[in-house]
Each structure stands twice: as C-alpha cells, then as structure tokens.
C-alpha cells in the first residue's frame, strides 16, 4: 500500500497501490479530546489480555487534531517476555474502506518490541527509541488523513524513496500484519455499539522486502518470514529474508 485514494493501480503481486500527498493543513480542523467510551474499553481489554499489574502507562497526546491518539506502554510479563505498545484512538473514527470491504472499519495498531528496549519519556527523547511510537502514530493518522484505510498484508514506506526510521537501523517501511506474540483474545475488542476493533500488527521491514511483497505478493512475503522465523518482534539485527541473488540483481 503506497496511496492516497482509491485506484485501479495493482502491482505485479496484485497489491493495490495508493499515493498519499502530505494532508492539507486546515485552520478549522477540529481538535478532539478523545472517546471516553473507547478509551475506557481499551484500558479493560489491554487489564484482560495482558494483566492488572499497574506497571503499564500511557503516552499521552496533547494536541489531538480529528482523533486523540494515545499510546499504551505494556512492560514485560511472566507470560508475554516482550514489550508491546499499543495505540488508543484511531477507533475514534471509521477508516474510509472500499466498497465491498467486509471486515470492520474500526482499527488500532500494535508493535512487539524487546524487553530490553527502554521505555520512558526521558529515553523517547532520542529518536532511535521513540521511532516505534512514531511510526505507530503516524500510521494512525494515515487513514484519517487520506481517507483510507490499512489492513492485513498492507506496506508503508516511511518516504518515496523509503528512508530508514532512525540512525542505526535499515528498516524502512511497515508490512501489516497479525499480532503474532500477543493472546488470540487480543486481537479484536467488541464494544456493544456497532463498532467491533480490529487490533493489527505493525512490522517494520526492509525495502527489499516491501518490493518482493509488491512483486510476488503478500503470502510469498509471509512464507519468507516462516521460513526464516521472523515475527511481530522487531528486530534490528536481523537480515533481510529476500534471497540476497534478487538484491544483487535489484530486484
């Protein structure tokens, strides 16, 4: 997914293609301050799936243009040996799905991260450990601000050309994808008033594995990642799982 708006642009794995513009600025765009309805269910699921132990805090938003977005911080458990941010309030609103579309319109997003990873709002202070929660915020804005939508098998390119989230790493675009490391009962939140929440996934991957997914498909991309054992943990250290004579050939 590299767009905008709604198109017949495919590429050759089938992919559509949308170009996004940066969002116009509005003078009257409205601010929110959050869905409390939402908010407060999203702090009950996040106690079920991952436990009450009090050590989990959010990073709050303080200006909220269309939706307010916070970001949950969940610190390691005994059962879940990872870190996990999670983002409340993109299911503000409906995402801008294409007709025929019939999953849920109501989504919000989820990165793995190692539980060695520092988590604090001194150490988000250097970009090389706050870009998670930036690619997680700016993901969210993207439906709301383009009208579209993201959804399972999508990728991102953090720029055209793609450049790398931070200094000290190459990771450069987002695939979307299951929540793999997290509890099934995680993954969709029912709120009793029509709007069910689809909890997706976000991997950030190389730019080689974005054109081979483009290339060949979504499901090729996965049985690469099966192949090689990569999850929704990122991992800096990890390579890329295209077959290095495709990289040598560029493509």
């Known amino acids: 997914m590299i767009g905008r708006a709604m198109s017949d642009e495919t590429s050759p794995g089938g992919s559509r293609l949308y170009r996004h513009e940066n969002a116009p600025a509005h003078e009257d765009q409205q601010l929110s301050g959050g869905d409390p309805d939402l908010i407060e ?12 132990d009090g050590s989990r805090w959010v990073f709050h938003e ?3 243009p269309t939706i307010h977005l916070d970001v949950h911080v969940i610190p390691p458990t005994q059962d879940f040996e990872l870190q996990r941010l999670v983002t409340s309030g993109i299911a503000e609103a409906p995402m ?23 988590m604090s709002q001194e150490a988000f202070a250097d970009e090389r450990v706050y870009w998670p929660v930036r690619l997680l915020k700016r993901l969210g804005r993207l439906p709301h601000d383009h009208s579209t939508f993201l959804w399972y098998g999508h990728t991102i390119p ?10 000290g790493t190459e990771l450069c675009c987002a695939l979307i994808a299951y929540p793999l490391l997290a509890p099934k009962e995680f993954n969709t939140l029912e709120l009793g008033n029509g709007r069910s929440v689809r909890f997706l996934g976000v991997i950030p991957i190389y730019e080689d594995e974005m054109r ?5 498909g979504s499901d090729a991309l996965y049985d690469l990642f099966d192949e090689h054992e990569v999850t929704d943990l990122v991992d800096l250290n990890r390579s890329s799982v295209v077959p290095k004579k495709r ?5």
């Open 247 to 251: 990289r040598l050939l560029g493509r």
């Open 96 to 118: 801008t799905v294409p007709d025929g579309f019939r999953e849920t319109p109501f989504a919000e997003l989820t990165i793995a991260l190692p539980r060695e990873w520092m």
């Open 62 to 64: 303080l200006v909220s």
């Open 41 to 52: 269910a999203i702090d009950r699921h996040l106690d079920q799936c991952f436990g009450e």
């Open 158 to 167: 953090n720029g055209d050309p793609p450049e790398p989230y931070a200094d």
């Open 212 to 216: 081979f997914k483009l290339e060949k």
